[in-house]
């Protein structure tokens, strides 16, 4: 029989996999008005930035009226605990996504810039560590989570990469510093967009094994 | 059931036997005090007539052997001789009921029944001719104890019969519950149970029953086939959710169109696997009531969410979604926009020439010896305007796909000489050779298609020839296939640009295409003719070696 407890644990979930989708919205859009230029699709992710920030005050709202009202223990304690510092982590990268949006807004004079880097692998590689690190959530899968985990590796190495591209470009070309200082800003959040993706996966391994990895 | 019978009956069988019992009991009680009475009633008549007789003796010796206790009272009530106590010392009898009755009616009865002794004594008073009443007592034991001992003996008798009737009623209910349960455990086949009659129009109608539920069932299945049978070859996605966006249910296509993984399943939310966020917006506004649709790119397919909700008695009971592929009209529709941007850049451009060089001789500011020059140019123009307004007319006959004309068999390499004979000018300013070769061969088709495609092919190659190349136009066969093959040694196409020379005002050097002329058309024209008749083309080309375009026919 299901309980009231049950029901709103699968809330939970539920709402936990929509604020999930919603990033992985708002980091797609925001690479894909990073590299079309797009100053409309740009705005528009800025202005998305509310509903990611609702939803994480609406899950946590729940997440503490589930710790208050039915006192879990065990498995249901770590799965809400997991929760709560989940979308800590999901905020942070609509926050990121938005800084991004900002940028991009900036960036507009400098459309040539973009090809010659590797921010767009980058942004590539973070937005499959995202999909993957909620795909680990969705599913309960250990393996997937902590390849997302690995994952990190390749994006951190294309962010030295970006920055070694970026001086060599201030070198030879003094007056694209500017925007290559943004480009650098824009490779920075993606990296970081990595590591939150990292922390999601490493509660999600939380929330099935009662492990910390790190 | 079973056990219900049982009880019945033994309480039936306990409850009949107590009745009988105490009515029996009552009846001989009755019986018995008559009998008593009655016994003392003659003695005490036996006793007047006696005394009466004035025989004295025997009547003391029927007092004394009688062993009935005799009283004599006066009329009132004064103890005048008992035969059993001292009468002196009795108390006055007048208030007896018995001695009441009797002076009243000339006989009285009493029976005074003593608990502590458990007996009873019946009294029987006569009046006498003298007013002296003479009353005969009997001391005799009550019922009770008859009744005890008969109680005794009818317990044994009733617990014996309770179990006679429990084995009987097992039985006669074994008989009427059996044939039931048989019924009940083989529905199917009902013809083979033996009933009785009772029971049969019930299996009848049992039976009717069932013949019409399996009948309602064939028909749901079948009707549930049918639906699943439309769903699952329909084009478009299905999914159905509930009002928790549970999935009720959904059609293989839904599940490719969306990219779903095939391991979630239904009952699940759709939650665990989509995650698209306009997807879930749509959903999220059905779910509230709002008819909507959104259109997406997912996996490079361009798709069609619509999402329904679905209300009963306006209570919204979930939400109906349909997923349509709209990647091909998406694409058609994207070529057609490419192609009316296309044409109207080019019309615009000789049109713009045209009209300025007109605007000049117009306003009178071209000088005499110019106006010759100019109109020259205008002419050019023109004709490259008429040439394209050409192209494209040939181009939207052959996208109605009906090539006009009955068939007829054509003579390949008479048509290839004719071609290379009308382009030999143009081949001499260009300073390039061209040459027809090759075998006799002959195709069904439209021969006015048929030489636009060689002469439009021939075009191309000495258009993009270099200086003193050489087109060569040769007819054969390979592996049965009948070929016309169009080489040339020109500037030849870069790998990248090789599959997309057959589209609609491509060029390979935009830059060069008012120099070179042409319409961008030519070879788009080919394909269209080639695929009309059913042949394929194969281009083989180098940059800088020169190009060959080989139509291949069936």
Known sequence: ?214 | MKRRINITFCLGVIGAMLIALFVTAAAFNNLFQKHVLNDLKNYAQKLKETALEGNVDSASELILFSGIRVTLIAGDGKVLFDSETDYLEMENHSDRPEIIEAALKGSGTDIRSSATIGKSTYYYALRLSNGNILRTAKLASNFEPFFRQAVYILVPVMLALVILILILSNLLSKKIIRPIEVLAGNLEDINQIRLYDELVPFARKIKEQQADIQQNMESIRRENNKIHLITRNMSEGIIFLDSQSNILSMNERAVSLLGMDGKTGLGENILNSIRNNEILMAIEKAAQGEHNYVELELEGRQLQFFANPVTDEDVNAGVLCLVLDITEKYNREKLRREFTANVSHELKTPLTSISGYAELIESGMARDEDIKGFAGKIHNESSRLLELINDIIKLSELDEGVPSGEPEEINLLELARDCARSLEKYAQDKRVTIQAEGEELTISGNRRMMHELVYNLAENAIRYNKKDGTVRIKIGRENGKTFILVADTGIGIPAEYQNRIFERFFRVDKSRSKATGGTGLGLSIVKHIAGAHKATLECKSEVGQGTSIKVLFP
């Open chain 1, 1 to 214: 029989m299901r309980n009231r407890f049950d029901e709103q644990l699968e809330t939970l979930n539920n709402e936990l996999i929509k604020m999930g989708s919603l990033i992985e919205y708002a980091i797609e859009k925001a690479t894909d008005a990073f590299i079309t230029q797009n100053n409309d699709e740009a705005e528009m992710v800025i202005r998305f930035d509310k509903e990611v920030d609702d939803k994480e005050k609406q899950i946590e709202g729940l997440c503490l009226k589930l710790l208050l009202q039915q006192q879990p223990v065990a498995r249901d304690l770590r799965q809400i605990s997991a929760a709560l510092k989940m979308i800590t982590d999901m905020e942070r990268i609509g926050d990121q996504a938005a800084d991004i949006s900002e940028i991009v807004m900036m960036l507009g004079r400098y459309p040539e810039l973009k090809e010659m880097i590797h921010i767009p692998k980058m942004a590539e590689a973070t937005i499959k560590m995202v999909k993957e690190s909620i795909d680990a959530y969705v599913k309960k899968d250990l393996g997937l989570a902590k390849q997302v985990i690995d994952y990190d590796d390749v994006v951190d190495d294309l962010f030295v990469v970006v920055k070694d591209e970026l001086i060599e470009l201030i070198r030879s070309n003094v007056k694209q510093s500017e925007a290559a200082a943004d480009m650098l800003m824009v490779a920075k959040y993606y990296e970081r967009i990595g590591d939150h993706a990292t922390n999601i996966a490493e509660w999600v391994i939380f929330s099935i094994t009662g492990e910390k990895t790190i």
